[in-house]
């Protein structure tokens, strides 16, 4: 339901961008966003952003990150800069997803992309 791409390999300094699409029989689509997950860390939220567009981001990334969200075309994306060595991680999309069929409200987690941050 949930397909992210855009991780790989960057210097500190530099610049990426995630991106993640919905996929399926979906009527709509609330929160949405990307959480990180380091070897023997445990996961934590980057940033969020509503059906709306109200964003939130954590204390480690904000003013270097920002996401952005188009419900036309069922995307969040992740646009990282500034990037340092402590942000190598593997990132996780995460949404929200209506059902069309059921009407039922459901999470769903992407497979998980790697972002390697070198000093």
């Known amino acids: 339901q949930l397909q992210a791409s855009g991780g790989g390999l960057v210097q500190a300094g530099g610049s990426l961008r995630l991106s993640c699409a919905a996929s399926?029989?979906?009527?709509?689509?609330?929160?949405m966003g990307w959480y990180r997950q380091a070897p023997g860390e445990q996961r934590e939220m980057v940033a969020r952003?509503?059906?709306?567009?109200?964003?939130h981001y954590g204390d480690s990334v904000k003013g270097r990150f920002i996401i952005y969200r188009d419900n036309a075309k069922k995307t969040v994306a992740l646009q990282m800069n500034s990037l340092k060595p402590e942000d190598t991680s593997v990132y996780y999309c995460?949404?929200?997803?209506?059902?069309?069929?059921?009407?039922?409200?459901?999470?769903?987690w992407g497979q998980g992309t790697q972002v390697t941050v070198s000093s």
């Open positions: 399926g029989s979906i009527a709509n689509i609330g929160l």
């Open positions: 995460h949404a929200f997803l209506q059902a069309s069929d059921n009407r039922r409200w459901s999470d769903y």
């Open positions: 952003i509503t059906s709306v567009g109200v964003t």
